[in-house]
């Protein structure tokens, strides 16, 4: 169960008309107040409110929560597609062999850095994030977002973003409803240090992976199902289920284990 945060709108210091605008234009849509960045502080200080959103002078959303900013930037996408071209390899590539017709399922949306990437290579990329408050911040980030990059912008298109929890969102598809399953939870030892998820972490969900969710994904997925998780990690010694392909990255000690489907040859 998802914790309920005490939470409001507001803009940077200083905003413009626009900013102010578009602030009291989201409290309506998202149900989330509005109130006077002058006054935040105090409430914050109070303790009445735990975090705030902010609508800043570009009109871009973002969450303060715990010293942290949390906003959606495709940054690492930009990078991991950089390094590809360089190094000819990308770990969650070689997991997920994603063809051009495929329509991909991401249960564990984040701030969409992996979608993003995989998205270029695929013709749809449907997600669900469970959190609402970074659902929120993602979810405008994808409609508002304009990168110089073309291929990222073409790529923001090809994503269907639903406020969900996975386990419901699977239960309501039919078989064989996608071509990949592809599914990132929140892993039990992170590594902080520089990692892009930082701010995510005090709005994420930890929930887990287990077999049952495993089999619902096996029977939406046509192709393959890829759960990541990191070799420290406890989860696929939890697990029971057989996986015929374990993708590992020695340097970042990422995992990702493959149940393939169409071709129980590799
Ligand atoms: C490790 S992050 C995913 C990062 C993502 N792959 C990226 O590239 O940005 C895991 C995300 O899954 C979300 N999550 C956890 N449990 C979920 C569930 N049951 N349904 C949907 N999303 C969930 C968390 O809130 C968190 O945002």
């Keep these: 169960m998802l914790k309920k945060y005490r939470c409001v ?3 940077s210091n200083n905003p413009s008309r626009e900013a102010v605008l578009q602030a009291k234009t989201l409290s309506q849509s998202l149900g989330i107040p509005y109130l006077n960045r002058r006054h935040v502080g105090e409430k914050l200080r109070n303790g009445l409110i735990e975090f705030f959103y902010v609508v800043d002078n570009n009109l871009q959303l973002s969450i303060l929560v715990g010293g942290q900013r949390l906003f959606f930037h495709p940054g690492i996408a930009k990078i991991r597609m950089e390094n590809f071209k360089r190094d000819g390899r990308d770990y969650l590539l070689e997991a997920l062999k994603p063809e051009s017709n495929d329509v991909v399922y991401d249960a564990t949306f984040g701030l969409g850095m992996d979608a993003i990437f995989i998205a270029y290579f695929v013709s749809k990329v449907v997600g669900t994030e469970v959190s609402e408050h970074i659902y929120n911040v993602v979810s405008y ?9 073309d291929w990222i912008n073409s790529a923001i298109q090809k ?8 386990r419901t969102f699977v239960s309501r598809q ?8 592809y599914c990132d939870p929140m892993f039990e030892n992170p590594k902080y240090e520089s990692s892009a998820l930082n701010p995510l972490r005090p709005l994420a969900s930890y929930d887990t992976v287990d077999d049952q969710l495993i089999s619902e994904f096996v029977r939406i997925a046509r192709k393959r199902v890829v759960i990541k998780t990191l070799e420290k990690d ?11 392909r374990i993708i590992k990255s020695p340097k970042s000690g990422l995992v990702f284990a493959c149940i393939e489907l169409a071709d129980k040859g590799c």
Excluded: Q
């Design 9 to 11: 709108i507001t803009t």
């Design 159 to 166: 994503i269907e973003l639903y406020n969900d929890d996975m």
């Design 141 to 149: 980030g994808l409609k508002h977002y304009v990168a110089k990059k």
């Design 174 to 181: 039919g078989n064989k409803s996608f071509d990949i399953v």
């Design 234 to 244: 406890s989860l696929l010694d939890r697990l029971k289920t057989p996986f015929n």
